[in-house]
Structures are given as C-alpha cells and as structure tokens.
C-alpha cells in the first residue's frame, strides 16, 4: 500500500512539474524600465533642500535645509526616496516610493514622515515639455484630518528642480503651503 502512494505521489509531483514548466513558457515577459521610469531615474541622487513652509497666505515662510537620496530600486521600476531635516526645530524624516502605474498612465507614490499620522498616496501626470508633474496628494494630516493637495514638481535642469505643495480653499483657489528647492549634490 505504502509503495502505491509513493508512485502516486511521484506521479502527481511530476504531473506538477509538467504543468509548471507550461506556464513558464506562457508566462508574459516581466516589465522592463522605460522612458517613463528614466523621468524617476532622472531624481537618483542626493540633493540638498532649502525647505519653506507658509503658514499664512502671503505671510513670510518659515526655512530650513534638509537632504534628500533617492534611489532607483525593484529593477529600474520605481524610485525610493528619504528625506532628513528639521520642522518647527525638531528632527524630521520622511520616506517614499514613487512608480509609473501603465493601467493608469500616471505616476503614483506612498509618502510617510514623522509627523504623519498615516501614508499620503499620489498620483501625477508628467508633461516632458515642461518637465512638470503635476497632482496630487491625499493623507492625513497632523490633527488627524484627511487632506487633498494639489502638488508640482519641475525639473529646471539636471541639477536643480523645485517641489511646490498647495491647499486648495474653498473657493477652489490654490494656496501655496510648501515649496522645496532641491540642488544636487556633486
């Protein structure tokens, strides 16, 4: 009886293996990185950042500096960020993954930070003749708030570009909250 289910068993393995070896042949290739992933290849590095934050429409910001590394990872796919400063005088971090989504022809990301509450998704449209990509931004905020950003990223060269984040009132206008200009390290 033992040696029946022995033979069994090596049967079915084998049966298992045959099937297996079949749908490897079928599988679809894997993604490979293209020209949408080189628009996130282009923000590899380290990058310095002069950070404002405006409190009030049309008040003074408040400054400070921060590093940004930006990695290329998941095979060319996607673009891991970190980012270290300082908010309000108190140490600062925030970390996020940025891909291009083909289903939906758009750039998502996860942004989390140490004064987040939960991850903030994004989603952006890039446009190549201005070098902008342009979206936006939903998580909560630090009272707990779920809040909608409109937010813009330029490239003005290689080396330097400038993230800007608003709020948008009710009145549908915009309201500058957050602008980071970034500087890559040499």
Sequence with gaps: MQKGIVVSVAALAG?????????????????????EQAVLQSDAGVWD?????????????????????????????CLLGMFQGEMMGQPFTGQSI?????????????????????PSLSEAAYDPATK????????PDMSGQVSKMVTRSESKDAD????????????????LGLRITYARRK
């Design 15 to 35: 049966a298992f293996g045959f099937a297996g070896a079949v749908l490897a042949q079928e599988m679809p290739q894997l993604p490979k990185p293209g020209p």
């Design 49 to 77: 950042a002069t950070v404002e934050m405006f409190m009030m429409p049309g008040g003074a910001p408040a400054t400070s500096q921060g590093i940004e590394t930006n990695t290329v990872g998941c095979g060319g796919m």
């Design 98 to 118: 940025t891909a291009y989504d083909a289903v939906k022809k758009k750039y998502v990301g996860l942004w989390m930070d140490s004064t987040s509450l939960g």
């Design 132 to 139: 902008t990509m342009a979206g936006t931004m939903e998580g």
């Design 160 to 175: 330097h570009r400038v993230f800007s984040m608003y709020s948008v009132g009710p009145d549908g206008k915009e309201v």
